[in-house]
């Protein structure tokens, strides 16, 4: 397995990419062995995600999880079988706890990402912390939640930006953002499926997934260092985030493009 706290400074953008949450120990197996297979081909690092549940709903009948336990050991198969880094959710300080036994990076929603007690926990795990920006915060501001999580002495900590609140039901990417981020001397992803989210759209949140590739393109030139996907082999009937996840046969063709950009960047950094 790769050394997770060495990816960033390899030669090429890392990829964080599953399904939105585990639904069956069958899909994580299918999304991992055909993610691994492209990534490794195209020289890509690659991390595996998955939330073992979901806390962040729209609505209360929302699909939630298979089970805490039974969800995280599905992960650590993955991790074990195509020996992969794994990444999860975790929404309280005993989650992170918990989580940290199975997996290799931890990552903070966006609507927690100020949560003092769970950042200092997930950071004093060892575990890599992957911070996603809350959609009401400005990019300069994560300079803050870094900070707690670091404090622990773990300073695998990065960034993701995952959109920002534009009036009611919708969000946009300050492609700025990711060079404002980076200069607090964190690596900075790109969360490019949920930023084509469209919130609370009648009970659900619904999404503009044609746009994934535009979003992935720009953030790519503006010089980021890892990509975060939600990809699934049939996205109209993913049990969570059904309307952005990026459909799983489409991931080399997204990806190639990609790849020459980043190329590119780097070349002229």
């Known amino acids: 397995m790769m050394d997770i706290k060495k990816i960033t400074k390899g030669n090429s953008f890392f990829l964080i990419a599953g ?55 599905f992960l650590r198969e993955v991790k074990e079988k195509f020996k992969l880094p794994v990444l999860t959710d975790v929404h309280t300080a005993e989650e992170a706890v918990l989580a940290a036994a199975y997996v290799d990076v931890l990552q903070i929603p966006a609507f927690l990402c100020r949560q003092t007690d769970l950042l200092l926990a997930a950071g004093k795990t060892g575990r890599v912390v992957n911070i996603k920006k809350g959609q009401f915060l400005a990019p300069w501001d994560m300079k803050f939640a870094a900070e707690k999580a670091s404090s622990t002495g773990n300073k695998n900590v990065w960034l993701t930006e995952r959109g920002t609140t534009f009036g009611y039901g919708n ?83 997204l990806l190639l493009p990609l790849k020459d950009i980043d190329s590119v960047i780097r070349k002229y950094a």
């Open 19 to 73: 399904p939105c949450v585990v639904e069956s120990r069958d899909l994580l197996f299918a999304v991992a062995d055909y993610a691994k297979e492209i990534t490794a081909r195209l020289g890509i690092p690659y991390i595996f995600k998955a939330s073992y549940k979901k806390a962040n709903r729209t609505s209360l009948d929302s699909f939630t999880g298979i089970g805490d336990l039974e969800a995280l050991e």
């Open 171 to 253: 969000l946009v990417v300050d492609m700025r953002s990711f060079v404002i981020m980076r200069k607090l001397g964190y690596p900075v992803v790109m969360d490019a499926t949920h930023s084509v989210q469209l919130p609370g759209a009648g009970g659900k949140t619904s999404g503009q997934p044609e746009y994934i590739k535009t979003l992935a393109s720009s953030a790519m030139a503006a010089g980021i260092d890892g990509l975060f996907l939600e990809v699934h082999p049939d996205p109209p009937n993913a049990m969570s985030d059904s309307d952005s996840q990026l459909k799983l046969t489409s991931l080399e063709e």
